[in-house]
């Protein structure tokens, strides 16, 4: 079930003496969104459709699917070097450096 972001924002309008107009779903360019500037309200601007909002979820889940299998094939790849090549325990010690002695 969604979440009731209609129902919410009726509410505070109604609290704050507004009125909401709802415009549906508005597409903002990624310049746009990464600026945080506010999508379109210009009414002849068509809200985008079910089939669009289902193309841009497809591609969001590509995306995010392929960032995952990324960072898991990075952690495999550290992983497997640490066995191949393990630290020296010896690789700690400064070789030629004398300890301080006591006074």
């Known amino acids: 079930q969604a979440f009731p972001y209609i129902e919410i924002a009726h509410a505070i309008a109604k609290r704050a003496g507004l009125q909401v107009t709802d415009h549906g779903h508005v597409r903002r360019s990624k310049r746009s969104k990464m ?3 506010a999508a ?4 002849n601007v068509a809200p985008i ?8 979820n497809a591609s969001h889940y590509r995306f995010m ?11 495999a790849v550290g992983l497997t070097l ?3 090549n393990p630290p020296s325990s010896s690789s700690a010690v400064i070789k030629g450096v004398q300890k301080p002695k006591k006074q």
């Open 49 to 56: 459709g079910d089939a669009e909002i289902a193309g841009l």
């Open 40 to 43: 379109s309200v210009d009414p």
């Open 35 to 37: 600026l945080g500037i």
């Open 65 to 75: 699917m392929a960032l995952v299998v990324a960072v898991i094939a990075l952690v």
């Open 82 to 84: 640490d066995v191949i």
